[in-house]
């Protein structure tokens, strides 16, 4: 606003995707402001063939698809778990300083190309007032290796005490990856037998209790949680699946069951639950 502080009709072109964010909905929602609007379609001319399959192949079909195709702003998707006012209502902007606990969760994609599903990674901490924090959604779409790399990174920065990744995909593989990079890393395998449905249930009621808050803003992983409905959703939701596995993880109230538990040293524990 203070570049529009001289002239007689100061203006500004903002061009975005139009997530609902706070800011965006009271933009669209001004007197003062003129909305446009323009289809991937309308640009098509001027988009690779490859770029435009591959956004179609990823969001035809679905709600999300009315955002990032026909730049149409969603407030809420019909089955959704999540809605951006629970998010937004508590968010914070730092963490407490009575951190107890701290996962890195996995939802690990065992192929890598360009269609390929993303590796989603989300480190998740536990407070002293029984409190759950997203530290920080760094999922990505890569290599084995540069993901394994990635999630030990996390877990040496963040200090975490474990990495929770899911064995559904890999199984037994995941764990070798990940010691490939550090041998000395505690990791749990988990086996998520659940739908994605019920396996969320949970962990969306805790936000709705006002216990889990994002630390900052996770635009993508924000955007999957509101967006995701057994109904309406095509697309893995591997952000959402790495931070209900973190969150999981961190709540004791929620029915964990063992499979099996393999101690394999003092500092290599791998340990299998059903989720």
């Known amino acids: 606003m203070f570049g529009l502080r001289l002239g007689q009709s100061p203006q500004c072109v903002v061009t975005t995707t139009p997530r609902p964010i706070q800011l965006i909905k009271d933009l669209v929602c001004s007197k003062t402001t003129h909305v446009t609007r323009g289809s991937t379609f309308a640009n098509r001319d001027n988009l690779a063939p490859a770029f435009l399959e591959q956004i179609l192949d990823?969001?035809?079909?679905?709600?999300?698809?009315?955002?990032?195709?026909?730049?149409?702003?969603?407030?809420q998707v019909p089955g959704a778990l999540w809605t951006r006012a629970i998010i937004d209502d508590n968010r914070v902007h730092q963490p407490p300083l009575d951190i107890k606990r701290i996962v890195v969760a996995v939802d690990p994609a065992v192929s890598h190309s360009a269609t390929s599903d993303e590796t989603g990674i989300v480190v998740a901490a536990l407070a002293g007032d029984g409190d759950f924090y997203v530290i920080e959604d760094a999922s990505m779409r890569a290599s084995v290796d540069k993901w394994a790399r990635a999630v030990v990174t996390r877990y040496q920065l963040h200090k975490a005490d474990r990495i929770v990744a899911e064995s559904n995909q890999g199984g037994d593989l995941v764990d070798r990856i990940l010691r490939q990079v550090d041998d000395s890393v505690s990791v749990k395998l988990i086996h998520a037998s659940k739908g994605k449905y019920a396996r969320a249930e949970p962990v969306a009621?805790?936000?709705?209790?006002?216990?889990?808050?994002?630390?900052?803003?996770?635009?993508?992983?924000?955007d999957q949680l509101c967006s995701y409905s057994p109904e309406f959703s095509s697309s893995s939701p591997d952000r959402l699946d790495a931070l209900v596995y973190a969150i999981t993880e961190l709540d004791s109230r929620i029915?964990?069951?063992p499979i099996v538990s393999i101690d394999t040293g003092a500092n290599l524990k791998t340990e299998s639950w059903n989720v």
Not at 58 to 75: F, R, V
Not at 206 to 213: K, M, N, S
Request: glycine content about 10%.
């Open 58 to 75: 990823k969001y035809a079909g679905t709600s999300l698809g009315m955002q990032e195709i026909h730049a149409q702003l969603l407030e």
């Open 255 to 257: 029915k964990k069951v």
């Open 205 to 222: 009621s805790r936000y709705e209790q006002g216990r889990v808050h994002h630390i900052g803003i996770h635009p993508e992983l924000e």
